[in-house]
């Protein structure tokens, strides 16, 4: 009966020893891989990610979680930085119905660009893009996880197709209802046509309805106007620095009594930033957690359009031909402009530019987004997101702020940081796996060996095989064209 008891014991404590740890059981071990901590600015060399399901089960050194976990995958993470899935926050999908089946081909292309997550902002498609979305969320359409504004708010008769139109405060009502039936991420709304009151009022009704809100700021109205109206955040960097020019007050006064018009009224804008009256500004932005989209890319592309007329890209092998079509308006327009136009557009975007190190500099949370989409032209889905690091490289932005941009700013302004934006147990298997530290280089953002989507892994030869499935249906497209 001893010897029986001694040898229990002996089982016992073998048990509870390293060597006979209990083991549980994930769906992937990535192993050997360097963590990419951007939070913290750091690498965390030779670890382990295990993952279950679309969640991180565990994170450690890897001689630890090799002792204590197997799956059903290895991943050879070895000399290659395992970080956050890239955000593109401002993308668009539309052109018409006709060009539906165009649009949804562009999913796989930010997905094999290392994009685990997209923030449409409004097209002309908003049912479609509402659909989308669910159907990526439940798992039945592939694609990056999707959050979108649905349909726009706009005043009556607008430019901008796939709106809500709104001509009185019972409408912006109504309409912050249909929004919320919707189940839209947040509100976007743009000034072609809306009443400047009316926006204000749409969103302090948007805030209190607790849906976020970014747009375009109507020339008749402050950028501070719209922060203290509950704005979330701004696109496009020409309100930023709007918001730094020293009468910025009265050139909106004049506009709205019809003293100006819009030529004018820009004009004065160009020749009256101030950067004391900027940081001002930017730190009122910083204070009340009002984030900027910059959108320089599409903004470089159609600045020097003369310069680069895109014929040659490679990437047009990846846009359907109806899509290519909607190019041509941009084109078209600056095609006409005189040799003064020219420079004076170049001038205008490397000012714009220039408030991008100032923006970071009062603490204003800035995120990376493209613009990307049907309209704007060879602001290519996928790759544009790479484009646009790289310009705010170039600008002023280290790598690191710069890949923060694009891992932490958009969780963070959708309120989902404890599920995304760093490799940590609990949050979201969203995952890029690269050859080279983009907190060193931003380019590395490029060279993506894997790509990991609710704890589905996709390697290189998967994501080529999505590259190559777009193209194949882009040239079939271009085929049933030309005929």
């Not at 660009?113 to 902002?121: K, V």
């Not at 209802?177 to 000034?191: A, C, G, S």
């Not at 989209?293 to 990846?318: C, E, F, K, V």
């Not at 170039?394 to 958009?410: H, I, N, V, Y």
Request: aromatic share 8%; with cysteine.
């Amino acid at each position: 009966m001893m010897k029986a008891r001694s040898i229990l014991l002996a089982i016992a404590v073998a048990s509870a020893s390293p060597a006979f740890a209990a083991v549980s059981e994930g769906d992937v071990i990535v192993r050997h891989a360097t963590i990419v901590d951007v939070e913290h600015a750091r690498t965390i060399a030779d670890q382990a990610v295990v993952l279950r399901g679309g969640d991180i089960a565990a994170v450690g050194s890897d001689a630890d979680i090799a002792r204590t976990w197997r799956a059903k995958r290895t991943v050879d993470g070895s000399k290659r930085f395992l970080a956050p899935g890239l955000w593109d926050m401002h993308v668009h999908f539309g052109g018409g119905p006709e060009l539906i089946e165009e649009n949804q081909a562009l999913l796989p292309l930010y997905v094999a660009h290392g994009i685990t997550s997209i923030r449409d902002c409004s097209g002309d498609l908003p049912e479609q893009v509402l659909a989308w979305r669910d159907q990526i969320a439940a798992g039945t359409l592939s694609g990056p996880q999707l959050f979108t504004s649905g349909a726009k708010l706009e005043g009556i008769k607008p430019v901008w197709k796939g709106t809500i139109e709104v001509g009185s405060e019972a409408d912006v009502d109504a309409a912050i209802q249909r929004l919320r039936k919707d189940r839209v991420d947040f509100m976007k709304i743009t000034d072609s046509t809306l009443d400047p009151q009316l926006f204000l009022y749409a969103l302090t009704k948007a805030k209190a309805a607790g849906l976020r809100s970014s747009g375009h700021i109507p020339m008749a109205l402050t950028v501070e106007q719209a922060v203290d109206a509950g704005i979330s955040s701004i696109e496009h960097i020409d309100y930023a620095f709007k918001a730094g020019v020293r009468d910025e007050a009265a050139i909106a006064a004049d506009f709205a009594a019809g003293r100006i018009d819009r030529a004018e009224a820009n004009r004065r804008i160009d020749q009256g930033f101030d950067e004391a009256t900027a940081m001002t500004a930017y730190r009122g932005f910083a204070e009340r957690g009002v984030y900027v989209t910059p959108t320089l890319n599409g903004s470089r592309i159609l600045a020097y359009l003369d310069r680069d007329m895109h014929a040659d890209d490679a990437y047009l092998a990846y846009i359907g031909p109806k899509l290519r079509k909607t190019y041509d308006w941009r084109i078209e327009r600056a095609s006409k402009a005189s040799p003064e136009a020219i420079a004076a557009r170049h001038a205008h975007f490397e000012r714009m530019a220039a408030v991008l190190p100032m923006l970071q500099r009062a603490g204003v949370t800035i995120i990376a987004g493209t613009d990307a989409g049907f309209l704007n032209s060879f602001n290519y889905p996928g790759i544009g997101l790479h484009d646009e690091l790289k310009l705010f490289v170039e600008k002023g932005m280290t790598p690191t702020q710069a890949f923060s941009a694009a891992t932490r700013a958009g969780p963070a302004w959708f309120g989902k940081l404890d599920r995304y934006g760093s490799v940590a147990v609990g949050k979201a298997a969203d995952l890029v796996l690269l050859e080279r530290d983009p907190l060193q280089d931003i380019d590395a953002t490029r060279a993506i060996d894997a790509v990991i989507l609710r704890g589905r892994v996709y390697d290189r030869k998967a994501l080529d095989g999505m590259l190559d499935t777009t193209r194949k249906k882009v040239a079939a497209w271009n085929a049933a064209a030309a005929r």
